[in-house]
């Protein structure tokens, strides 16, 4: 039960008191001296009530004395006994209430933190110790617990705090990296891991973002009535404008129940390779140099460099199976993948090969292959990155791959109608303050769902 609940309980009692108080209207009209007793005037009805309340008063505080209430921190490493005890909660309560509560929770799963109200009957004379009638927390933003002494014991019950859907807009102009310019206009960690993971297919985190570039980001948050975020919802839209070109990905779920990101022309996001085999979000150095226009990658140095600390994981670009994973003279530790009969990528310098990496074994693109160091000749971690056409490496930043999926016919008709709808949304949204999931608790309590 909540604060207000027991409050409203306790002034519930308190006006059944006063209605069995004035139930017989006739007889306390009758006790108050007046001259005109049939046509009591305003004074004379006010000076009854006033009487009734008068005579009512003690007995209602006899009945439902307002509730001591303590408030308790959860420490770390405490337990809900040890809480109790301290408290002056007698052992045989303290326990009963335990044991009443692990109908509804796991007294084990209380974090440190977690503020907990015990509520007290207040002693009447001197003889008499507080009782205890029960407490109540909200071990997350959705859910209080609650454990009262009835008449037959200790019983606990819980509440489920209802949660509304927020739809959230947050943008900004990138100054040191896509992850913390992000960061600071209020995305949400998982978002932005999100957006990066979805635009890998089109974008080199380390060579296509430079400073200025602008993003723009839509997605759900479950509120409670507090404003709490309890948790994050999907990203439904993202923006990303690298100089004069913008990337727009729409999320959408298609008929047979499969969410996934798409461009504005109704193409899977995903391509048969990522662009960034690496968490975009991990890389050192914020910005690349921009490959130079006409002559594209510098000659001599067959593939792109990704700068990230040493064992930052690398991802497989696309599905395929291994075709080498050994040491390879001046690329250090190396791995080779082979996507098809035309395509194949390598990546060069790490610090360990993935664990099961081995020629002949498939892996899924976005799979961990291996981590970034500085082996074989490399001045700093880094991940050297080749794609292989027919076993000769090509410029990856020039490959042009086949796109993905593309939506037809009817279900395109539906994603137009939808991406209309995201657009006019985004557009209408105020910018949002920084979301922040209430606490560490919360998002584990979220994630266990
Ligand atoms: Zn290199």
């Not at 507090?226 to 070109?245: F, N, P, Q, V």
């Not at 002949?360 to 970034?372: E, K, S």
């Not at 209309?420 to 105020?430: F, V, W």
Request: with cysteine.
């Amino acid at each position: 039960m909540t604060r207000g609940g027991l409050y409203a309980r306790s002034f519930a009692l308190c006006a059944a008191v006063l209605l069995t108080g004035m139930v017989p209207g006739s007889t306390v009209s009758s006790r108050v001296p007046g001259p005109d007793v049939k046509t009591p005037d305003i004074e004379q009805q006010n000076s009854a009530r006033a009487y009734v309340l008068s005579y009512a008063t003690p007995d209602v505080h006899a009945l439902a004395p307002e509730p001591v209430r303590v408030a308790v921190t959860v420490g770390k490493g405490d337990t809900l006994m040890a809480l109790l005890a301290k408290a002056q909660v007698p052992r045989a309560e303290a326990h009963e209430a335990v044991q009443a509560l692990r109908d509804v929770f796991n007294p084990k799963d209380l974090t440190a933190g977690t503020n907990i109200e015990l509520s007290f009957q207040p002693k009447r004379n001197d003889d008499e110790d507080m009782s205890f009638l029960g407490l109540n927390f909200e071990p997350n933003v959705e859910r209080l617990v609650s454990v009262v002494k009835t008449w037959t014991g200790f019983e606990a019950g819980q509440v489920q705090k209802p949660l509304s859907r927020q739809t959230v807009k947050a943008a900004g102009t990138i100054h040191s990296s896509l992850y913390q310019d992000a960061v600071k206009a209020g995305v949400p960690a998982g978002v932005i891991v999100e957006m990066i993971r979805a635009l890998s297919y089109d974008v080199d985190f380390q060579r296509d973002i430079q400073p200025n570039d602008k993003f723009a980001v839509m997605f759900d948050r479950m509120v409670n009535d507090d404003g709490k975020t309890a948790r994050i919802g999907d990203m439904s839209y993202a923006e990303l404008t690298l100089g004069s070109t913008t990337h727009r990905i729409y999320r959408f779920v298609t008929p047979d129940g499969i969410a996934d990101y798409y461009n504005g022309k109704g193409e899977s996001v995903r391509k048969a390779l990522l662009k960034t085999p690496i968490d975009g979000a991990r890389l050192t150095s914020g910005f690349g140099k921009r490959m130079h226009p006409i002559l594209g990658y510098t000659v001599g140095h067959k593939g792109v460099d990704f700068g990230a600390v040493t064992g930052t994981p690398i991802m497989a670009a696309g599905s395929g199976v291994v075709a080498e994973a050994d040491w390879k003279g001046a690329y250090g530790r190396y791995v080779k993948i082979r996507h098809n009969g035309t395509f194949s990528t390598a990546y060069a310098h790490l610090s360990q090969i993935g664990r099961g990496i081995q020629p002949g074994a498939r892996v899924q693109q976005g799979q961990i292959i291996g981590y970034v160091g500085a082996t074989g000749r490399a001045t700093g971690p880094h991940l050297h990155y080749e794609v292989l056409v027919d076993n000769k490496q090509v410029n990856p930043l020039g490959v042009k791959l086949p796109t993905g999926t593309k939506l037809q016919g009817k279900v395109l008709t539906a994603f137009q109608i939808e991406t209309g709808k995201l657009e006019t949304r985004m557009a209408g949204l105020p910018l949002a303050n920084a979301t922040k999931v209430a606490d560490a608790s919360d998002a584990k309590a979220a994630k266990a769902k």
